[in-house]
């Protein structure tokens, strides 16, 4: 027991203390501490809500409802509401869970920008890999097949995979990150489809933006550097 809290202290820490302040502030400071992530949770209960109505199902896709059949700007017209559009195959309480705990940890640590920004990198990584899976065809290990085209793609989960692995990186919790990437390529090898593939895009997109912001840093640090 000893070696796995020695473990999970190393593990889960950094991220603990930094979240643990407006966890002990209780239920009635919460909203002040992740006001994105409730507000995301609202709108998407709202869209489940709306979509599920007779008169509110075509509204809802033609404002966040993205397929790779769809003209391109019209796509990326519809990616950031997309990503709080619940998809109808799969039970809503998920959908939330997610966004309330995966946005508010990363709203406490990151910011509400940052995370919104990593959501939108990860969810616009997935809507991009499908036009290209689709063009490749299923005869490609990348493709897909053209039946694809025509699924309404939206949900929070490539979003969620995204902003797990970064947080989970720079934060210190190395395996949860490495585990994550894991799960999502063993969910590819296992079952191929679209929603596992552009899980895996969104990680590669998150990956070139850790990369990128690494650089950054690096290159910050060599002018200040250089000019003392």
Known sequence: MKVLARWARAEWGLLWVTVREPLLKGPRRLPGAVPMALTAVGLTALLQLVQNQSWGHRPVVQAGGVRAADPLGLALLRTPLSLFVPALDLPVWGALVQILFVFGISEICLGWWRTLTIAYVATLAGTL?????????PGSPLGLPASDARVVDTGPSAAVVGLAVYVGW?????VTAIAVVVAIAAEVAVKENLAGKEHVAAIVGVLLLMAVRAVAVRWARGRGAGGR
């Open 129 to 137: 890999y499908a036009r290209v899976g689709i063009a490749l065809g």
């Open 170 to 174: 720079r934060y210190g919790a190395h």
